[in-house]
């Protein structure tokens, strides 16, 4: 106590002196850690490798991926999918393919290389000492796709400098430059024969002799109905994936909607459409029969499709994340894909059964990679602050780190860790990955123990305090904040837990994501319908509570009538009432007009005893006073007694709004297309209730939430008057 | 000699069964003030009510300012001469009764501007004029809540004079208040009394009835029990019931 002004220059115990010394500590490895990551040293959390494009062999036994982290993967499916990693890009690699002699598998680079390696020198010589035989160069600007044709004479690439190159692969010469053109972007593709080259133009497909460059056929679609300019039979959106069938008569395309097409090459005709992905089409592929189509999309997704007639024939679910690459398997049976969640997998395609999995690296998705680094150099430089903050015995930084070792764990920290549950890999593996993030839980729990231990707590509380009273109020409002803190921190927790659990079945974000929109859209009818239902209650219910109010016989009847009959029938059967059973005595109404009038009239009626209450509790004093003014009992009704009334009844109105809005949920049973209605459609047909329930939950949540705070700032405002 | 501005004949009250007023007549003149007093129950606000029909009488008659309404009567003429009595009787009450939901100002105005149909800022003007005089212009947007209760009743004062009422009447103005609120009311009520208002007190404020007062009624049982000029009836009562009433109260 006696140092209680010296301390204000520097923390007195020694307890606050470790506090300091563990918070910087903490901060000053973080950083280092960020740092050396950004610099590319090795010491990094366990995350995969994104692939970003898989081929199979010609032969059949070998799998290979381009990777983020600038290694071709080479698996071996006869030796138990051995794995070769091939190092040269200096970059992420965006494309592999093979060819049918030799054989040779080409690679193409964000650092604008195309490598050529020699398989059979690669797989006697061992795991890791692959070298490529050749390389190609025409610029330093990434490239994006690559296409060869089945002997591997000719080579097309396209690169993000907008131009498709033709190379002829003996000479190492390019042959054919067309472009640049800043719509072509994402995809490129030979015919098997040699002949034409086709790229992405926006939403459609140019296609060219790839010998002499000459402009051929151009793949635009066409509406169904040219006149009324209905349904488009064509791509919407940007071309994102083009091949060619094995005989080159059909060229297929996926694009960023979602849907993939097949053309008729010889024609320059749309042949079939099929729909389904949920997210952007990464790849497409013919088998090896051209009967079907594989296509991966940014849903997590490979479909499989009956080429003639474009009909669905398959889908495969599995990939963590956007699925980048298929390829036909190794048999009639098998596909391949690959994802960004650094897996490549192996499926039968009769039961779509996963047979086979293969990590790049086994870790965290590389989202995880790259939170851990953000939260660690953030953490770091304000954990430096706020240990500065701390030798000053600031308040600030005690309640600051409390809140950053409190709340960001849980997202940096226990959220990847809970994430590993999902993968589907084995404990071992799971600790394996996870350790570093559980040591660290470790640490940051015990510090924020740390932080709130008393010895450390109070000197923080009130660092200048002149008085008891001062310290012990300070005290009393760091108590609270801290309180605060952790319900909040539970809450998070909760939200997390609830989110690994619910991802562990398979909570499908992608679908979540896609059709968020269109379940929204229905959220503003049911603002509309809440807010005329309401509208429509708060008339009725003024006039009910006067005809309870009146001294009429009949007025009285009338209203005491209505509340009883209303309040002792389901406000469902009212619904029904209104929309199905009234058409029979000739009365139609439109849903949405059924469910305003059954909402309304509900409500109106529990309103009515609200009101009535509400009137009923302004005292005889205040009629009395407006009457000896000379005011009429309808002025003094209008003018005094109303607007008090009003005042009482806003919080119960207020919670009727808010329950009125959940219960305008009903009205989705007779067909009024609001949220629920939408959410339920949805899930019933993609058999993803859970997804759209939670999307429409949260909406009634967050917005009884919102309601709720208006409505305490408009009870403030209301009770203006009040204040004594 | 001019006209009585306040004329009762025979009025009788009843509460069901319960007999409150027997009878009484009363004739007040302009700028007459007279004080009522009496004990608990003797019907001294009922009979005040009465005089504006917030109570309807059972019997008799009320004139006021040469409208006149027979008891027990009714249908539209009734209820027009009823508000027009009121019109003419501003009143003034024990527990205030200001709308909590209206600014000082708001509740001044709001009785010309709906009844009489007087243009806003004309009735602003006058409010503003009348708060001055009871020393509050001040509180002009003060919600009635942030008053004090000496100034709620001036503000109530305030209200019942913007209608230009010919007669005022109040019903224990001053028991609600704490001893040290009642003399800023009291004052305003005699200032009141000397501009020449005509006036109806219910009040235990024995100075004031004796200051100002032109009359002294002292009420028991619903009846006229004493009625004299104060001096008279402080000083020298007639009846022992007064007396007893006097030496319970002074
Ligand atoms: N609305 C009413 N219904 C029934 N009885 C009533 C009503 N108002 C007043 N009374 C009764 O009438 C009698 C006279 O009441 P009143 O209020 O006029 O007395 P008062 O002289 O003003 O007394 P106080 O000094 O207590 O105000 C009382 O017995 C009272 O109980
Ligand atoms: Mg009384």
């Known amino acids: 106590m006696s140092t209680l002004r010296s301390s204000t220059l520097h923390p007195g115990s020694r307890a606050m002196r470790l506090l300091c010394l563990l918070v910087a500590l903490t901060a000053g490895l973080s950083l280092l850690y960020a740092v050396q990551y950004y610099l590319g040293s090795p010491l990094r959390l366990a995350v995969t490798s994104e692939i970003h494009d898989l081929a199979l062999s010609p032969t059949h036994h070998l799998v290979a991926a381009a990777a983020q982290d600038g290694m071709v993967r080479l698996w071996d499916m006869d030796a138990d999918w051995k794995m070769y990693t091939l190092t040269g890009h200096t970059g992420p690699v965006t494309s592999v393919a093979f060819d049918a002699s ?136 940007e071309v994102t994936a083009l091949a060619f ?22 024609q320059g005709q749309l042949a079939w459409e099929t729909k389904g992905h949920l997210g952007a089409v990464s790849e497409v592929a013919f088998d090896a029969s051209g009967e079907y189509l594989i296509s991966s999309g940014g849903d997590n997704m490979v479909r499989r499709w009956k080429v003639t007639g474009g009909k669905f024939a398959g889908l495969f679910k599995g990939h963590l994340g956007s699925v980048s690459g ?13 994802g960004v969640d650094g897996s490549v997998r192996l499926w039968e395609v009769v039961n779509n059964q996963e047979l086979h999995l293969e ?33 000053r015995v600031r308040t600030w930084s005690y309640l600051g780190s409390l809140a950053m070792y409190t709340i960001g764990p849980l997202f940096a920290v226990v959220l990847p860790m809970l994430e590993t549950i999902a993968y589907p890999i084995t404990w071992s593996t799971r600790l394996h990955i996870a350790w570093p993030l559980a040591c660290l839980f470790v640490w940051y729990y015990f510090l924020v123990l740390y932080l709130r231990n008393d010895a450390i707590a109070i000197p923080y509380q009130a660092p200048d305090a002149e008085s008891l009273a001062q310290r012990l109020m300070a005290a009393q409002q760091t108590r609270n904040i801290r309180q605060g803190l952790f319900v909040l921190a539970t809450w998070f927790l ?112 529990y309103m009515t005893e609200i009101f009535r209450a509400g009137i009923q509790a302004i005292g005889i004093g205040q009629y009395e006073a407006a009457h000896a003014l000379g005011m009429s009992s309808s002025q003094t009704f209008r003018r005094i007694v109303l607007p008090q009334a009003f005042r009482i009844v806003i919080p119960p109105i207020g919670n009727e709004f808010i329950a009125m809005m959940k219960d305008s949920a009903l009205v989705s049973m007779i067909t009024v297309q609001e949220l629920t209605f939408r959410a339920q459609k949805l899930g019933r047909q993609n058999f993803r209730n859970l997804e759209t329930f939670l999307i429409a939950a949260a909406f009634y949540w967050i917005l009884t939430i919102v309601f709720q705070f208006f409505q305490s700032k408009l009870e403030a405002y209301m009770a203006r008057g009040e204040r004594r | 000699m001019s006209e009585p501005i306040i004329k009762v004949r025979g009025l009788h009250k009843y509460f069901g069964p319960l007999h409150v007023i027997k009878g009484v007549d009363l004739d007040v003149m302009p700028q007459e003030v007279v004080v009522i007093i009496g004990p608990s129950g003797a019907g001294k606000s009922t009979f005040l009510r009465c ?130 609120l ?69």
Not at chain 1, 134 to 144: C, D, F, G, V
Not at chain 1, 326 to 338: F, M, Q, Y
């Open chain 1, 326 to 338: 298929v390829a036909a398997g190794p048999d009639e049976n098998t596909i391949l894909s690959s």
């Open chain 1, 102 to 237: 030799g054989p040779t598998l080409f690679s193409a680079g964000s650092d604008g290389k195309v490598y050529l390696w020699d398989i059979p020198t690669i797989l006697p010589a061992g795991p890791s000492n692959a070298q490529p035989v050749k390389a190609l160069e025409a610029s330093t600007s990434p490239l994006r796709d690559l296409s060869l044709t089945p002997d591997g004479s000719l080579l097309a690439t396209l690169g993000d400098d907008h131009i498709i190159r033709v190379w002829d692969v003996e000479t190492g010469e390019v042959i054919q430059t067309i472009g640049p053109n800043e719509h072509t972007r994402h995809a490129v593709a030979l015919s098997p024969d040699g002949t034409l080259v086709a790229a992405d133009d926006a939403n459609h497909i140019q296609m060219w002799d790839a010998h002499s460059g000459e402009p051929r056929q151009r793949l635009e679609g066409q509406w169904e109905n040219e006149e009324e300019q209905e349904n488009w039979l064509g791509h919407e959106k």
């Open chain 1, 245 to 266: 069938s094995p005989d080159g008569a059909y060229l297929a395309s996926g694009s960023a909607e979602g849907t993939t097409l097949i053309w008729d090459v010889e």
């Open chain 2, 51 to 180: 005089l504006n029909f917030l109570e309807e009488p059972s019997a008799g008659t009320v004139e006021i300012d040469g409208v006149e309404i027979k008891a027990r009567e009714s249908g539209r003429e009734h209820r027009r001469l009823i508000q027009e009595i009121r019109q003419k009787a501003g009143m003034v009450f024990q527990q205030f009764n200001l709308f909590p939901h209206m600014t000082v100002l708001g509740n001044i105005i709001e009785a010309p501007i709906t009844v009489k149909k007087m243009p806003r800022d004309q009735a602003i003007a006058k409010a503003e004029e009348l708060l001055e005089w009871v020393g509050l212009l001040h509180k002009r947007d003060e919600y009635p809540s942030r008053l004090s209760g000496g100034q709620q009743q001036r503000v109530a004062i305030a209200r019942a004079l913007a209608m230009d009422p010919k007669i005022m009447l109040f019903d224990e103005p001053t028991s609600a208040l704490d001893p040290e």
């Open chain 1, 359 to 391: 990590w790049t690296k086994l870790g965290l998705m590389p989202i995880w990679g790259k939170v851990f680094v953000i939260w660690m150099l953030g953490s770091g430089l304000l954990g430096l602050l706020l240990a500065w903050g701390l030798w």
């Open chain 1, 494 to 605: 909760i939200f997390i837990l609830l989110f690994s659990v619910l991802r562990r079945f398979g909570l499908d974000i992608a679908f979540m994501r896609k059709w968020l929109p269109f379940i929204m859209g229905g959220a503003g009818l049911t603002m509309f319908v809440s807010a005329m239902a309401i509208l429509l209650a708060t008339v009725l219910a003024l006039v009910g509570a006067l005809g309870r109010l009146a001294k009429n016989p009949v007025i009285n009847g009338i209203s005491g009538f209505y509340v009883s009959l209303i309040r002792g029938t389901p406000l469902l059967v009212q619904i029904f009432i209104w929309f199905l059973a009234l058409p029979q005595i000739g009365i139609t109404l439109k849903p949405v007009t059924a469910g305003i009038l059954a909402l309304g009239v509900n409500y109106g009626a």
């Open chain 2, 182 to 250: 009642i003399g800023e009311v009291v004052e305003v009520m005699e200032r009141l009394a000397n501009e020449g208002m005509t006036m109806v007190v219910v009040t235990h404020e024995i100075h004031f009835a004796r200051d100002v007062a032109d009359r002294v009624i002292f009420m028991d049982e619903g009846v006229w029990a004493e009625m004299a000029p104060p001096e008279q009836i402080f000083t020298n009562p007639k009846e022992e019931r007064t007396r007893q009433f006097l030496a319970h109260i002074l």
